[in-house]
């Protein structure tokens, strides 16, 4: 099949008038996710000589991230993206300058943590803006293929990011590579909220509306969050341990070289599913990539030079992809009316506190047992989210008001 035959499921999404220019924007939003979390760690070890500091610093502002995410989400759902993406970058853009200054001036490390905290809660998550954006644009047939996509988009930066993060941190000055995130997160959310024709609708606040948070907290969304914040761990946890393993290695540029790698292989993983006719539903396909997910993290064991990593890097990465896009998908299709944002919300932030106990436990763990035997951390979460999501399949399966899952956009049945 030709290339262009292959391809257009994707092509045809930007068919719709304004979805090329949110899309770019929202990608280039995305920056800081990759940046800001390792560029903490390379910045605070320079100045710290602890990878247990540097893991906690960068793990406060991943939790940080984690909490306000559904907060900035409710509030665009009610008021629009563009209105609140402007007041959220503004402070974002002050937190996170006054961040690198403290911590290059040495000041007392709890004002590290208080701005790192700042920093993160002033960011929300823009994959989720676009994901809303996407959804409120096409049919169900096509949102799966919009989601890959996106999955795809974010693997792009993972493999972007770490790479320039580490070169401009470790050959030019630390605080460069954490201010360059920032910098991309910046520009982005600020052209993405100049983009007010392609807003989701508003949802007015509602007088009970206490009721209605609590609705969005389904079962489903529960369970996907869970699974997500033991495979944030594994996010968190690489992140950590790779930089340390490189630098016993005497490579530490080399780190952001090997992170790319793990999204070099969901990159390939995201084009090819959301392509494929699928069979099953979209339960059955979330937790099928949550085992896969677990079985393939187990390959971390046998870590013991960077060339090993870099091809067990590479093969697990095959698997991140596909469970980060059928839950999505899933949490997408039972979402309530008038929490889409918010309910998407919650999936990253399942991830990104994951990504806390990651970097806080990784962190740990290098400082402890050295970093090859750290690798432990990132596989044992993994193996546990692929158990979750297998322990909860009755659940997902037993949902009383169920909605019809969406029908592959290739043609593949979801029955």
């Not at 030709?2 to 008038?17: S, W």
């Not at 940046?35 to 406060?60: F, K, Q, R």
């Not at 954490?178 to 007015?204: I, K, N, S």
């Not at 750290?374 to 158990?387: E, I």
């Amino acid at each position: 099949m030709a290339p262009r035959t292959l391809l257009g499921p994707y092509r045809q999404l930007f068919t719709v008038p304004g979805s090329a220019s949110f899309s770019f924007a929202g990608w280039l939003g995305r920056f800081p996710a990759p940046m800001l979390g390792l560029g903490s760690v390379l910045l605070v070890e320079a100045e710290s000589d602890s990878y247990g500091l540097a893991g906690a610093v960068a793990g406060t502002l991943a939790l940080a991230f984690a909490i306000a995410g559904p907060v900035w989400a409710r509030a665009m759902d009610r008021r629009g993206q563009g209105t609140i993406l402007r007041l959220a970058m503004a402070s974002f853009l002050l937190t996170g300058t006054s961040f690198v200054a403290v911590v290059a001036a040495g000041t007392p490390r709890w004002t590290w943590f208080l701005l790192a905290a700042a920093t993160g809660f002033s960011s929300p998550n823009i994959g989720s803006l676009v994901r809303a954006r996407w959804s409120a644009l096409l049919d169900p047939q096509r949102r799966q293929t919009a989601f890959a996509f996106e999955a795809v988009a974010d693997e792009v930066v993972f493999v972007l990011g770490p790479p320039l993060v580490t070169l401009l941190a470790t050959l030019v000055a630390p605080p460069v590579g954490f201010l360059t995130g920032l910098g991309l997160g910046l520009v982005g959310a600020l052209w993405l909220a100049a983009q007010r024709g392609t807003e989701p609708p508003l949802h007015g606040a509602d007088p009970s509306a206490p009721q209605r948070r609590r609705s969005v907290l389904t079962p489903t969304l529960l369970v996907v969050v869970v699974t997500y914040l033991a495979v944030g761990t594994v996010f968190g946890g690489l992140d950590v341990v790779v930089v340390g393993f490189a630098d016993e290695q005497g490579a530490q540029p080399f780190a952001g070289l090997a992170l790319a790698v793990f999204a070099l292989g969901s990159l390939v993983a995201g084009l090819v599913y959301g392509l494929a006719r699928l069979p099953g539903t979209l339960t059955t396909r979330f937790v099928a990539t949550a085992v896969a997910f677990g079985v393939a993290a187990q390959l971390l064991w046998g870590v013991g030079s960077l060339a090993v990593l870099v091809g067990a890097g590479f093969l697990a990465g095959l698997t991140i992809a596909p469970v980060l896009v059928s839950g999505t998908a899933l949490v997408e299709s039972r979402a309530v009316r008038g929490g889409l944002t918010e309910s998407l919300a919650w999936t990253i932030t399942g991830l990104t506190v994951g990504v806390t106990v990651g970097s806080a436990l990784a962190g740990a763990a290098v400082d402890a047992w050295g970093a090859e035997a750290a690798f432990a951390v990132p596989a044992l979460a993994g193996g546990l989210a692929g158990l979750l999501a297998l322990a909860c399949a009755g659940l997902l399966r037993a949902q009383p008001n169920d909605v019809p899952e969406a029908a592959d956009p290739v043609g593949g049945s979801t029955a």
